[in-house]
């Protein structure tokens, strides 16, 4: 999905308030059915793009906002002209996104040539291509923020879910190393634990990609981390109801849990792991607790920074407690995304 999806669906409502209202009061000739048809359009062509391809998307949504511009009597519409540069960035790139904006001002140009006799000296007119042209360069600038955002979330799946199983994949074949002397049989099942925790990586990446389709289930998800990993025992207990909970905010938690269970196969020297969550009616609390001997507070590494970041960005709070074994706290309030 196409980072700042409500940008198009807003842009449409303002330009249908608008428009609605200079038909309305008379302030201007509104052609309702080939305005409010094309608004629909637009949203409904932003909504399933995905589906097509991008170069098709983009040459329709031009074709809708060229109708619906025409047909608004307002004026207002011709904000949507936006969406085009905005949409070809995440398309095709930047150079491309420019091209498209420079491409739409020049249109712009001749669009009043042919229908404003004179507009050059329509103060109006003239500040409505001047502020399309910075309205460009914010929406370009919004794009690189929202795509620096996307990035940096991609990293933090990457870590938190490949890296859970890398790690035990890498702490199981050193087991099995170790004991390849002296108990074979310990270390073919270590062997063969690595082997399960490299499906259950590729497991986890089809995971994500359905979570971009599907609604997220914590309880499930972290049935799977009960499994043996990395020579620990891990237990799970959920409690509370899930469902008052945004996915996004689920899944921030599942990420922690995990994060959790990787520090205790580096840390814990093959103590046992507890996570218990609980979806209160205003919070939900996850511990991850174990009785190894935990690590200094300053060796935080970038799993627990990207904890976080992305516990922070649901509005939650995460506490590491590294007394006797260590202990992850992370605390979300209800109702964040």
């Not at 038909?23 to 608004?39: C, M, P």
């Not at 690595?194 to 609604?215: H, I, M, Y």
């Not at 609980?278 to 690590?295: N, T």
Request: charged share 20%; net charge neutral; hydrophobic share 50%.
């Amino acid at each position: 999905m196409r980072p700042l999806s409500w940008l198009s669906p807003l842009l449409c409502g303002v330009v249908l308030v608008a428009g609605g209202y200079a038909g309305l009061a008379g302030l201007g000739e509104t052609r309702w059915v080939a305005f409010v048809a094309g608004l629909v359009a637009l949203v409904l062509v932003d909504a399933v793009g995905v589906r097509f391809p991008a170069g098709l998307v983009l040459a329709v949504q031009a074709g809708l906002v060229v109708v619906v511009a025409f047909a608004d009597g307002s004026g207002m519409a011709r904000v949507l002209f936006l969406l085009l540069p905005f949409g070809a960035y995440f398309a095709f790139g930047r150079v491309v996104a420019v091209g498209v904006g420079v491409a739409v001002g020049a249109f712009m140009v001749v669009a009043f040539q042919l229908t404003v006799p004179g507009w050059t000296r329509s103060v109006e007119h003239v500040s409505d291509l001047l502020m399309f042209g910075i309205g460009v360069v914010l929406a370009l600038a919004m794009a690189e923020l929202s795509a620096a955002a996307e990035r940096s979330r991609l990293a933090r799946d990457v870590h938190d879910g490949l890296g859970h199983h890398l790690t035990a994949v890498s702490v199981l074949l050193e087991k099995a190393s170790a004991f390849r002397e002296r108990d074979a049989a310990v270390a073919d099942r270590a062997v063969e634990d690595a082997r399960e925790s490299a499906r259950r990586a590729l497991e986890d990446v089809r995971t994500s990609v359905r979570a971009l389709r599907e609604p997220f289930r914590l309880a499930e998800s972290l049935a799977q981390l009960a499994r043996p990993a990395g020579g620990l025992g891990v237990s799970v207990t959920c409690t509370g109801d899930e469902s008052r909970y945004a996915p996004g905010t689920l899944l921030a938690l599942y990420r922690a849990a995990q994060e959790g269970i990787t520090n205790a196969m580096r840390h814990a020297g093959g103590a046992d792991v507890t996570v218990t969550v609980h979806c209160g009616p205003r919070e939900a609390r996850l511990v991850v607790a174990d009785d190894g001997p935990g690590f200094a507070a300053e060796r935080e590494g970038f799993g627990l920074r990207g904890v976080r970041e992305r516990i922070g960005l649901v509005g939650g709070s995460v506490e590491v407690d590294c007394g006797s074994g260590t202990r992850l706290t992370v605390v979300v309030p209800r109702g964040t995304a």
